[in-house]
Nanobody
């Protein structure tokens, strides 16, 4: 049974930086993808970034490319989302998720993921 726990959210000012963490329980197989999604008030859940745990390769939403970086620490079974130059529109609950059998064409789609964390709130103020 896979479990994920996000942490690191908070209240920051526009232009600031913040790093989120997602701790994953249990072993992670070579074909697993881990993604970050976010959901703002009155909005649908939106893809942010994803990586393949062991095969490598990262993808990003156009809205965050160049500002956010997804990475992992295999020894700690933890994935990170480093965010810089935060904007008001980055305000959302951020979730990490696992897709056990990902394909490239669906890694940006929330419904493709099998397990989800509880989310962590990021609020960016002016």
């Amino acid at each position: 049974q896979v479990q994920l726990v996000e942490s690191g959210g908070g209240l920051v000012q526009a232009g600031d930086s913040l790093t989120l963490s997602c701790a994953v329980s249990g072993p992670i197989n070579s074909n697993t993808a881990i993604g970050w999604f976010r959901q703002a008030p009155a909005m649908e859940r939106e893809f942010v970034a994803a990586l393949r745990w062991r095969m490598g390769g990262s993808i990003y939403a156009d809205s965050v490319k160049g500002r956010f970086t997804i990475s992992k620490d295999s020894a700690k079974n933890t994935v990170y989302l480093q965010m810089i130059s935060l904007k008001l529109e980055d305000t959302a609950v951020y979730y990490c998720a696992i897709d056990r059998s990902p394909i490239l064409s669906t890694m940006r789609i929330a419904s493709s993921y099998d397990y989800w964390g509880q989310g962590t709130q990021v609020t960016v103020s002016s």
